[in-house]
């Protein structure tokens, strides 16, 4: 069974930083591309960045709203990837999500079919 | 603003049919897979819908989606009570590198 489950939320001050970290089980890691969501209060999902896998050098790429200032990076061997937020703003106030392509037998797919139970972090003074 | 646009909410009565459209251009919708998502509150977005129209294991045949064009449209028949969430498409856009959503449809059952 595909498990994934974020830590690592909390309340932070404006400019400060946080990591999150998302642990997985249930698939071999290092083969899917893994992408980060958040959902803010009141508001719709946002796509925040995505980690592709080895065979792809590990590329990233990142929504316009967090480049530069989030960084995403994994550890294949701890089953884990992770979600470097720097300088943050009270609009980075989100419950945040990690999320795989949804699989089926040795195919996958684009669709987000694996999700987290999300972390809060939550950006005040 | 969102890169996808979704109406805002949409309702229907139990046992009608609602479509739910998501409206993008070709460097996402029209030439990118498109997935749709069901959401209730406080809980994590679940698929519904990949590649357009394909369901993933145990999702009932009642919802269905298409593409035409920069446009997709996600339909539910027979509508419950229990449909009664917010909804969200989803896709790739090749210019922005990067994942978008449309802004979600919050469905109302009446």
């Known amino acids: 069974e595909v498990q994934l489950v974020e830590s690592g939320g909390g309340l932070v001050q404006p400019g400060g930083s946080l990591r999150l970290s998302c642990v997985v089980s249930g698939f071999t890691f290092s083969d899917h591309y893994m992408d980060w969501v958040r959902q803010a209060p009141g508001k719709g999902l946002e796509w925040i960045g995505r980690s592709r896998n080895k065979a792809i050098n590990y590329s990233t790429e990142y929504a316009a709203s967090v480049k530069g200032r989030f960084t995403i990076s994994r550890d294949d061997s701890k089953k884990s990837l992770y979600l470097y937020m720097n300088n943050l703003k009270t609009e980075d106030t989100a419950v945040y999500y990690c999320?795989?392509?949804?699989?089926?037998?040795?195919?996958?797919?684009?669709?987000?079919?694996?999700w987290g139970q999300g972390t809060l972090v939550t950006v005040s003074s | 603003q969102s890169v996808l646009t979704q109406p805002p909410s949409v309702s229907a009565a139990p046992g009608q049919t609602v479509t739910i459209s998501c409206s993008g251009s070709s460097s996402n919708i029209g030439n990118n897979f498109v997935s749709w998502y069901q959401r209730f509150p406080g809980t994590p977005p679940k698929l519904l819908l990949y590649e357009y129209n394909e369901r993933p294991s145990g999702i009932p045949d009642r919802f269905s989606g298409s593409r035409s064009g920069t446009s997709a449209t996600l339909v539910i028949t027979g509508l419950q009570t229990g449909d009664e969430a917010d909804y969200y498409c989803g896709t790739w856009d090749s210019s922005l590198s990067a994942g978008v959503f449309g802004g979600g449809t919050k469905l109302t059952v009446l």
């Open positions: 999320a795989k392509g949804y699989c089926s037998g040795r195919s996958c797919y684009s669709g987000l079919g694996y």
